[in-house]
C-alpha cells in the first residue's frame, strides 16, 4: 500500500475516535457509567490526565513532548518501513490512536474514556487505547518474525 493509503487509515482512525468521544461526552453525564453489553461492557464519560493507566497524571507538557517525538519517529519509520506491510499496519495503527489522545490533551487537557470492562477489573479506555495497544501487539510481532513482503 502506498504512504498516503497507511496515512488515511490512520485518520479514518483518528476521525472514529473522536467521533466516539464527542457521542460519549454528548450522551452521558461526566463519572457516569452506562450498561452496554449487560456484564461485558459498559460506556463511561471519564477524564484522564495522564497516560495509559493514568500514570504521569498532571504531566501534560512532558506527555506533549513524548507525544510529539513519538509521532516523529512513527512518521518517519512509515515512510522508511511502508513496504513491511505488518510494521507498517502496526504504525498505523498506533499513529492513529496517538493522534486521537492527542487532541484530547491539546483542545482539552485530559483524555476522553469510555469503555469499562465489566467481567474484570481494567482501566477505562477509549478508541486510540485500542488501537494504540494493537498497533503495539502488532509492532512485536512484526519486529520477532521480521515481515518485509511486499
Not at 522508511?80 to 482539552?108: E, P, Q, S, V
Request: charged letters at 15%; proline letters at 2%; a negative charge.
Amino acid at each position: 500500500m502506498p504512504l498516503i493509503g497507511y496515512l488515511a487509515v490512520s485518520l479514518i482512525i483518528f476521525g472514529l475516535d473522536q467521533l466516539v468521544k464527542y457521542l460519549v461526552v454528548t450522551h452521558i453525564k461526566l463519572d457516569t457509567t452506562v450498561s452496554f453489553i449487560p456484564h461485558v461492557l459498559s460506556l463511561s464519560n471519564v477524564r484522564n490526565d495522564g497516560a495509559a493507566w493514568s500514570i504521569l497524571q498532571g504531566q501534560q507538557l512532558l506527555l506533549f513532548v513524548i507525544t510529539v517525538a513519538a509521532l516523529a519517529v512513527m512518521l518517519v519509520l512509515l515512510k522508511k518501513n511502508r513496504n513491511d506491510r505488518l510494521f507498517a499496519w502496526a504504525l498505523t495503527l498506533m499513529i492513529g490512536g496517538t493522534l486521537g489522545n492527542f487532541l484530547d490533551r491539546l483542545r482539552l487537557g485530559y483524555v476522553v474514556d469510555m469503555f469499562t470492562l465489566d467481567f474484570m477489573n481494567f482501566p477505562i479506555f477509549n478508541v486510540a487505547d485500542c488501537a494504540l495497544t494493537v498497533g503495539m501487539i502488532l509492532l512485536i510481532i512484526a519486529l520477532f518474525t521480521g515481515d518485509d513482503n511486499e
